[in-house]
């Protein structure tokens, strides 16, 4: 889910970085004479010259191409979901698809928190950016769900999410977090011993939807331990050849799956007695399903292309695409639009999958998001103090603008 605060460890700068005792050479010493120089005004004037200089951070369009897509495949298994009753092949590729999209979406939102650490700004940021967007939403979506009469006695409370909304309250409880995943030497390992032991417990409970905060911790975790390098590993060309291969035996192996295994193990919402199964089956399914999300998420961003595309700039508004789409297909849903007979023929299967491949596209663009930016992205100053770093900052950046040449103003 995207924001723009604040720089992230997978955005790169162009501007090369001043050479630091740990940077120079092995068995090379800085002369004598500079132990002790201290910095001259002419130095800081300079140095204050070539900050301003140096091209501002960039966003690498890997990361914003991989969320689009994936959004993509969201609204596309949403699409789905009514047209699965009797139909083998199109419940086949909504396992596929359930298997490694959602899994997909938390672990690239756990690369980019990485830099989470608790900073005043960052707080104001995850409560405006994603605790805001819960509160309004799962208002809007309790009131619709009463509006469209398919519950009207929906009760109106922000301890169950509804639909879609449980992401937002999941997301902010990882972020919340990161700091203390960050100090642990094994992470991962705690993360899955959790989401482990949450498939034994059926009395967890609905509040927050913690069955799913819970179970889809460990691919939150595992964005965190990231680093560029291991993107790289998926993104070379004999990883995109084998990803061929791969996603037809996932899709050969769902539609084995489709009479014989219950699909809601991919929402990762129930416990696995609440699944009819025993209670040992639920570590053993936590473990498969990791391994094999895993595949199929390497497989997935092997194919999202490096490079700048058409939709790049789409993927830092992916959050309203998600929310938003949500209204569009229960109200299909709700009110029989897939009751007519060509939908469910070939034909109108893919034409519902361009209709929600359109339709995610277009809540994406920034028309949307400059209507939808009050709620989706308030700035909310009147709500927060004043951050005591601030006038430091200010401070700093007057002194510049004081030490900067005339001719550069």
Known sequence: MSHTSPPHPSQHTLAPSRETGADRPEGTTRPAADDHARPSAGDHARTSTD??????KQRDPFFDNAKYLAIVLVAMGHAWEPLRDGNRVVTALYMTVYAFHMPAFTI???YMS??????PAQLRRLVTGVAVPYVVFEV??????RWTGHDPDHPLSLLDPWFLTWFLSALFVWRLTTP???????????ALL???LATTSPSIGNALDLQRVLQFLPYFVLGLCLRPEHFRLVRRRSARILA???????????????????????FHRDSAPELAAPAWSGPIMTLALFGSSMVLVGCFLAWVPGRLTWFTALGSGTLYGYLLHGFVLKSAEFWNWYDRPWIHRPLGEVAITFAAVALVTVLCTRPVR?????????EARWAFGRDPAEPARARTQESGRRREPSWSR
């Open 51 to 56: 900050d301003r200089a140096r091209p501002p």
């Open 108 to 110: 690239v939102s756990g």
């Open 114 to 119: 990485r830099t989470f650490t608790g900073r």
């Open 140 to 145: 809007a979506y309790s009131l619709f769900d």
């Open 180 to 190: 203390l995943w960050k100090t642990l030497r094994h992470p991962l390992v705690v």
């Open 194 to 196: 959790i989401a482990m």
């Open 244 to 266: 061929v291969p791969v996603f037809a035996c996932a899709l050969a192996m769902a539609y084995w799956a489709v009479p014989r295994m219950n699909d809601a193990w991919f």
């Open 370 to 378: 400059r209507v939808f930016r009050c709620v989706m992205e308030p």
